[in-house]
């Protein structure tokens, strides 16, 4: 792994997760039949791993690490540094995995992570900004900016309900 790229896999990870949890969450509570959190948490898990693993073996394929097409181990060790888009995820899943239990009703679920993935959004932005030496206010801008994608899936899930 090169010098910087295990801070830029984590923040890389955690927008991405954040975001693909919040619109995955919203398109499947909304699928029009009964509510199924149970399902719904599946199904961004899923997708979650498949994402980490897709990104992994990417990144893998473009550090040239495939020889004579085998899985070799910095394969895998390039395909499980992928682990901040799975944690990112995680409160999703959670929260839905809250409502299959019975704490919370699906929609419910769907509010509180919309809300949470979107303030982990700004702090994504604000600590890949600090990160990249910035200024506190360049750092809430950067922060505000990744807030813009949680607040665009939450406008989209508003106006397909």
Known sequence: ???GEPLQRLLF?????????SAL??????EGGRPDPGYDAA???AAAVAAAAAHGYAHAIAHRRIVRGRVTPRILASVLSEWPLLAA???????????????????GALDVSLALNTAALFGWGLWAARAAGQRWLA??????????????????NVLTK
């Open 1 to 3: 792994m090169r010098r």
């Open 13 to 21: 990870g955690g927008v991405y997760g954040s975001v693909l949890a």
């Open 25 to 30: 969450a919203a398109a499947l509570g909304n």
């Open 43 to 45: 199904w961004v898990c």
């Open 89 to 107: 995820a995680t409160p999703t899943v959670v929260a839905l995995l809250g409502a299959y239990a019975g704490w919370w009703s699906e929609e």
């Open 139 to 156: 750092c809430c801008r950067a922060g505000g900016a990744d807030v813009l994608l949680g607040l665009f899936i939450v406008v989209v």
